[in-house]
Each structure stands twice: as C-alpha cells, then as structure tokens.
C-alpha cells in the first residue's frame, strides 16, 4: 500500500468522495478531527461507514488514544464492522499489548477470525514514545506498521515543528528517523506522515519521494488531492521491478549464498529484502 487518506468520521459525505480516490486505505477518523460533543455520535457514523466501504480499498480506524478512556468504547462501536486495522494514536509498546487484548476479546465476541484485524501504530506523539521506539519487536503479531507524527509532538513539547524555512527541526527529524529504524527493528512497514499544506502539489511531492527513498513504504494524506501524488511517488517502476525480480530469482537459485554477482554488481541479503518489498513478498 502506498497511500493512506483520512477521512472524518463524522462526515459520510467526506467518506463517499474518499472512496472515489485511487487511495489505497482509508482511514476513518474518531480522534482529531471529531469535537468532544460529538464523538459518540461520530461512532455511529464510522460504523455505517465500515458497513458501506468500498471492497478495492482497506479501512482503517483511527481511534482515541488509551489514556483518554475512550478507546475501548470505540472499539465496540466499530468492531462489529470488521474494519482491516485500527489506528492507534500516542502509542507506547505497552499500549500496543493492551490493544491487543482488547482486540481479540472483541473480535471473539463478534465472530470475527482471532487476529486478522491489524494495528497501525502512531508511535512518536510523546515524548516518552520517542524513547520506546526500538521496543515493538515481538509485542504483537497485529502490528502492521509504525507511523510517525509532529503536532502532537510538538504540542507536548510546547514548540513549533517547523524551522522559519518550513524544514522540521531536529526533534521532529529525530522521531522520523527512529520511527522508520524502530520499524525496520519489528519487521513492520514504515508509513509517513501528512503534509499539512495540501495545496501545496510540489511540496507534497518531494516530501513523499524523499521518504521513499529514506525507506517509508507510504504516506497519509488529508486531503484528495494528495492522492495522486503520494501513489506516484511510491509507486514501483518496471525498471526496479524488473531488477527486484532478478535479486529474488538469484537467490531462489543459490539459496544458500551471501552475496551474488547480477548484471556485474554485487547484491547481498539486505538487497533481497529489499526486493521482496518492492514485489510484495514480505520478508521471506
């Protein structure tokens, strides 16, 4: 998957443009984008949403964080929908397990396969998530990825993301950066976070092929609009394509070797891991 698209849970009309797009997964929205009064009402409506999804694209739940006492609330108004994964924001490894109890008790309950409904982790919103980035190896079999994010970050530490040329600054770098290497530690996918500016095609664009290349396998989006951009910045070339089916093949034939010798360069394991996600394949 290369795109994620927020979508408000309170706004079916929102939902019904989103599922319209080339998105490759929505995600409807229980937290940030919802007022405090109307949260309950907004489960509802995400529960409608889930029974009204559009079947080429994954759906996803972002629900509100543990310590608000409200998570388990949501996860019973929208687990009867079956959605793909949950959301889950200001995450810590601990949070991770605790989802997971929750998650299968649910599910057992609503005669949903133990297991199938995946968690996307929103692992760098506190300070305290920054030093726990390197702890989700082995916590739950759920976990699909780890995602990153700079407001509420920037909210805890009562400063402002963005350097006055619109770069982040170190802080918000860091997370990012430990983010992706905590993913790679737990054998998950990487997913970007969103480009505030969505009005802004060029910006969007550079970001998304700069966290392609850092190793981000997809990135959120808050807007439509962003869409076509983020796909096609993550998109696989035939070019890479067709090199990530040579890599794979090689080693199939040699199963047992380090390194192997392609088209006159040198290609080791971490290459092959590398080109069995470029096909889809996993980590093998």
Not at 66 to 72: H, R, S, V
Not at 93 to 104: A, F, K, V
Not at 129 to 142: C, D, E, K, P
Request: proline share 4%; net charge neutral; glycine share 8%.
């Amino acid at each position: 998957m290369r795109s994620f698209l927020f979508v408000p849970g309170d706004s079916q009309r929102k939902f019904e443009n989103a599922k319209k797009t080339a998105a490759d997964a929505l995600i409807l929205d229980l937290e940030d984008s919802i007022a405090p009064d109307e949260k309950v009402g907004a489960r509802r409506t995400v529960r409608e949403m889930l029974g009204a999804r559009n079947p080429n694209q994954k759906t996803y739940v972002r629900v509100n964080a543990l310590d608000t006492n409200m998570t388990l609330g949501d996860l019973a108004a929208v687990m009867p929908g079956r959605p793909d994964g949950i959301l889950l924001p200001k995450c810590v490894p601990e949070d991770l397990r605790t989802l997971d109890h929750y998650l299968s008790a649910l599910e057992a309950a609503f005669g949903t396969t133990l297991g199938t409904t995946r968690v996307v982790a929103i692992a760098t919103e506190t300070p305290a998530a920054i030093f726990a980035l390197g702890g989700y190896s082995g916590v739950s079999q759920r976990l699909e990825a780890l995602t990153w994010g700079a407001e509420d970050l920037a909210a805890c530490l009562g400063g402002n993301n963005r350097r006055l040329d619109g770069t982040y600054d170190d802080i918000y770098r860091l997370a990012r950066s430990l983010c992706l290497a905590g993913a790679a530690a737990a054998g998950v996918a990487a997913i970007d976070t969103i480009y505030t500016d969505f009005k802004d095609e060029a910006g969007l664009a550079a970001e998304s092929a700069a966290a392609r290349r850092s190793g981000f396998t997809a990135k959120m989006a808050i807007h439509p609009a962003q869409v076509p951009v983020i796909n096609q910045a993550f998109a696989a070339g035939e070019q890479e394509l067709a090199w990530a089916r040579a890599v794979v093949a090689a080693f199939a034939k040699n199963p047992d070797a380090g390194t192997i010798a392609l088209d006159g360069k040198m290609v080791d394991r971490p290459h092959l891991t590398l080109a069995r996600r470029l096909l889809g394949l996993g980590q093998g």
